[in-house]
């Protein structure tokens, strides 16, 4: 079985200031785990995604994750949020050789404050 | 154009009347899914297809169903419409190589069951 939690459903942040979206994992396989965006009244969009090479992964729009297989945790990080980074954030963790089974966090709204 | 087409956008219906939501895609991917979303839980699976003969269930496929006309359509149905199937409703693609875990996402439906 696996799941996700992201911890905080909301997370609200100034321009300028670094952005840190939390979300720990539990799968009893290697897992590879993604982090999707959702802009309003737009489908789900992939930011990064680790599938067991670098730990360190860069994503499109200066955001990165960081899978720490010891805290069984991939956060998801930005240091330096802008106005168009609003919106909801979502992890994803899917089982090694499965397509289908992906399992979505229930997501954080990520505000972004002038 | 978007690769990933969903009509209606919006949908109220009432309860008991059967409703069809539809999906189309020109990015030429096998692989087809139907999602719905919920606030505060993420996104859980209906029905996927991993082609035109093939259709599985998902984690929550009572109450819908699928038809996969052609390689580009998926289409989801649900037979009785009930109040708890109110959400937003998202189709995806992947494709079947390497790299199948990227999903692209329409736009959404957001049906509401009076």
């Known amino acids: 079985a696996q799941s996700v939690t992201q911890l905080d459903s909301h997370v609200s942040v100034s321009e300028g200031t670094p952005v840190l979206l939390r979300c720990n994992y539990s799968?009893?396989?290697?897992?590879?785990l993604f982090w999707y965006v959702q802009h309003p009244n737009k489908g789900l969009q992939l930011l990064l995604k680790?599938?067991?090479?670098?730990?360190l992964v860069k994503g499109i729009n200066g955001f990165e994750a960081e899978f720490k297989k010891s805290e069984t945790s991939f956060h998801l990080t930005k240091p330096s949020a802008h106005m168009s980074d609003a919106a909801e954030y979502f992890c994803?963790?899917?089982?090694?050789?499965?397509?289908?089974?992906?399992?979505f966090g229930s997501g954080t709204q990520l505000t972004v404050l002038p | 154009d978007a690769d990933v087409t969903q009509t209606p956008r919006n949908r109220i219906t009432k309860t008991g009347k059967r409703i069809m939501l539809e999906c189309s895609q020109t990015?030429?991917?096998?692989?087809m899914y139907w999602y719905r979303q919920d606030p505060g839980l993420g996104l859980r699976l209906i029905y996927y297809?991993?082609?035109?003969?093939?259709?599985n269930k998902g984690e929550i496929s009572d109450g819908y169903s699928v038809s996969r006309q052609a390689q580009a359509k998926f289409s989801l149905s649900l037979e009785s419409a009930i109040p708890n199937q109110t959400a937003l409703y998202f189709c995806?693609?992947?494709?079947?190589?390497?790299?199948?875990?990227?999903?692209?996402f329409g736009s959404g439906t957001q049906l509401s069951v009076l």
């Open positions: 995806a693609t992947s494709d079947s190589g390497t790299g199948n875990e990227k999903l692209f």
């Open positions: 799968s009893s396989y290697s897992p590879s």
């Open positions: 680790y599938t067991s090479a670098a730990t």
């Open positions: 994803v963790v899917k089982r090694s050789g499965s397509a289908r089974q992906l399992t």
């Open positions: 990015k030429g991917h096998d692989r």
């Open positions: 297809s991993f082609d035109v003969k093939d259709i």
